[in-house]
């Protein structure tokens, strides 16, 4: 007879991250662990072969190979892709977050690649049009988010072409609330129209401001998407859900002072490529991490927090 | 709806205190021997107490082992001849006994005593143990303190040919919890092996009978403490609990044949240089108290087959599957815990990937400890 498998039940030393050891050094209830989520940061799943002639049990041999690296204490570098709880079995397709740069000109990237933020007025009337008197792609104004209509679009849904945009999305599959992480000391999250001024949930040890916006409660920022024609102003290929849109107001700090750009931040030519005069730019490069509460999906936009010299 | 959290329920958390205990050698010739004169010891300018180092103390890898300093009662008999700090050996005394015995109803700093037979011990070696070695506390029956105690002094180790034991033999069933300091148990003098060959070193023991050895101090655990009384190194003729046929030691170079009375006209640091080349060896083991929360995370057949991994999807189909009735499948390497508020306040890390699809539960037993 032989001994019950027992590993089912597993026993795993946990870190505090260093958010939770300064939670805890306040000491005013803030630690308080209530939830838990699963990671697998460390897996490619493009490594599960099933089409393995050797059969199913090869079909993730590499992944199962996979060595994992110790626990971060960095709360930001942990936990980057978590796994989804979603009642039903029979999902083929799950919806993504996707960068919406096709809707029109003013939710273009810059073609550096970055969106550009403005961060005082002499910036913003440099970069608020090009040699040719045309809006410049992707330049945000920071100081004035009103001014100029660029702002950034997320879309969620189906990205594919193998399900028609006309068949609705699942409401398991919608998401309905995102969280918006963005160094506090750069900037902050307005509405697209810059009648709101997002309100911060929490401002983690590394300065990082968390938002969370959800559809219903922040209209000024999440919305269905109505579009359900093969537009080609649409982003998400198949069924889509909901989108977020917002602008960014720059810091205060990075406003009056040039400390932040001298200490983490570089010049960059390349941005006065189509403007004129040809200006030096101070810049600090950032990304805003976007990402759906309920789906899990997550994406980086990268984002330059610019300054006339 | 889709969600990547799972909430814990009342029974998800477990409470759990253990006591991890590490054992502390500590060998005589950091203490007395080559590696002492290298700069392990460390002495102050107001000559009060020495402090020993495993490594040059001027060195940042250098860690504090232990203290030494020696003290005696106003009431010792010796007290009436001590010429060299008076005041000191006796303010150290008493500041170490109002800590560790505390205060009469008149509010008067009680002498050492050893609960064995309510005798004072009014002349007394300090020996307390650095934080870093000693933890929450010592703990109890794990404590040796063994000296050399041939009757003359030589720089040629030959001090150790015969050599007693200091063992808290009875500490884990026989202690004391009247000290304002903690628990405190006595250390019983009894002969090295080495010495049992020329018949013992301690007055009327014998060997192999623990009611016959002598008490001669005390350990005070949490405080992580010891307290010897001087008579270890004085014979029975002249007051302590060596055998008259060993005689009375000769603590250091020049000190003379009397034993502890040496510290009438002697400095506490010449007095503590004198009594680290007596020490042979020290060990004890020391406690760690570990308060842990236990998280039982409990993963549902239903819950986490999906992943939100960016290589999880192609164009938004899941690459772990063919066809829609394919079963999910998901590999577990980290469990995160949460605020209530999404903030990640631990983390935890399995040592390889754990497959989860509908058909599996798991339950991930996650420590957290303080």
């Known amino acids: 007879m032989a001994f019950l498998d027992n590993s089912g039940d597993i026993i795993l030393d946990a870190v505090l991250t260093d958010t939770g050891r300064m939670r805890l050094a306040r000491g005013d209830g803030s630690f308080k662990i209530v939830k838990f989520a699963l990671g697998d940061d460390e897996i490619n799943y493009e490594l599960y072969d099933k089409n393995n002639a050797s059969g199913s049990a090869y079909y993730d041999l590499s992944i199962m190979q996979t060595p994992v690296l110790e626990a971060f204490t960095d709360n930001a570098a942990s936990m980057k892709s978590k796994l989804i709880s979603i009642p039903r079995n029979n999902l083929l397709f799950l919806p993504v977050l996707k960068l919406n740069e096709v809707y029109d000109a003013s939710t273009k990237r810059h073609s550096t690649g970055y969106f550009l933020i403005a961060v005082d007025d002499a910036t913003e009337t440099y970069l608020e049009v090009n040699t040719s008197g045309v809006s410049i792609d992707g330049a945000l104004m920071g100081e004035t988010p009103g001014r100029g209509g660029n702002r950034i679009r997320v879309d969620q849904g189906l990205d594919t072409t193998q399900i028609s945009p006309g068949r609705t999305l699942d409401p398991l599959l919608v998401e309905t609330q995102y969280m918006v992480e963005m160094d506090n000391r750069l900037g902050s999250l307005v509405s697209h129209d810059d009648s709101n001024r997002a309100s911060i949930s929490f401002v983690d040890d590394d300065s990082i401001a968390t938002y969370y916006l959800s559809r219903g409660t922040d209209t000024q920022y999440v919305n269905d998407i109505t579009d359900s024609s093969n537009s080609a102003q649409q982003a998400i290929s198949g069924p889509r859900g909901t989108r977020l849109v917002f602008k960014v107001q720059s810091s205060l700090e990075l406003n009056t002072s040039d400390y932040l750009f001298d200490t983490i931040g570089t010049t960059d030519a390349t941005i006065a490529g189509n403007v004129s005069p040809n200006a030096t730019l101070k810049v600090i490069s950032s990304t805003i991490r976007v990402t759906g509460v309920n789906t899990g999906y997550r994406i980086d936009i990268p984002v330059k927090f610019v300054k006339k010299a | ?370």
Do not use: W
């Not at chain 2, 030494?68 to 170490?96: E, F, H, P, R, W």
């Not at chain 2, 070696?125 to 703990?139: C, G, N, S």
């Not at chain 2, 007095?271 to 083991?285: D, P």
């Not at chain 2, 899941?318 to 999404?342: F, M, Q």
């Open chain 2, 1 to 370: 709806m889709a969600t990547t959290f799972k909430n814990f329920l009342s029974n998800d958390l477990a409470n759990t205190r253990t006591l991890l205990h590490e054992a502390i050698p500590i060998t005589g010739s950091i203490v007395s021997g080559t590696y002492a004169s290298s700069g392990n010891i460390k002495t102050y300018g107001h000559g009060m107490f020495t402090s020993v180092y495993d490594y040059p103390y001027l060195s940042s890898s250098a860690n504090h082992i232990f203290d030494l300093s020696v003290g005696y009662a106003s009431t010792s008999a010796i007290s009436s001849s001590v010429t060299s700090q008076s005041d000191k050996k006796q303010n150290i005394y008493n500041q170490m006994a109002q800590y560790l015995v505390g205060y009469d109803q008149t509010g008067s700093i009680k002498k050492f005593t050893m609960p064995t037979d309510n005798s004072s011990m009014t002349d007394v070696i300090f020996v307390p143990f650095a934080r870093l070695l000693t933890k929450d506390e010592i703990k109890k029956g794990s404590v040796t303190l063994e000296f050399g105690l041939s009757a003359s002094f030589a720089e040629d180790g030959t001090a150790f040919d015969k050599r007693g034991q200091l063992i808290d033999y009875s500490g884990s069933n026989g202690y004391y919890v009247d000290s304002p300091a903690g628990e405190y148990g006595v250390l019983y003098g009894t002969s090295s092996t080495s010495a049992s060959a020329h018949g013992g070193v301690f007055d009327g023991e014998t060997l192999g009978d623990a009611t016959t050895m002598p008490a001669v101090g005390l350990i005070y655990y949490q405080a992580g403490i010891a307290v010897i009384s001087g008579s270890l190194f004085n014979d029975a003729t002249d007051g302590g609990v060596l055998k008259d046929g060993l005689g009375t030691t000769e603590l250091g170079t020049s000190f003379g044949a009397t034993g502890f009375n040496a510290i009438t006209a002697s400095t506490i640091e010449d007095t503590n240089t004198a009594l680290r080349t007596r020490i042979y060896n020290v060990s004890y083991n020391n406690t760690t108290e570990l308060n842990s929360t236990i998280y039982f995370c409990r993963v549902g057949h239903n819950d986490f087959n999906y992943s939100s991994n960016p290589t999880y999807l192609s164009q938004s189909q899941i690459r772990v599957k063919t066809r829609a009735s394919d079963t999910p499948v998901s590999y577990i390497t980290t469990v995160g815990l949460y605020s209530a508020d999404n903030e990640l306040l631990a983390v935890a890390k399995l040592s390889e990937p754990l497959k989860k699809d509908p058909t599996n539960e798991i339950t991930l037993r996650v420590r957290l400890d303080y």
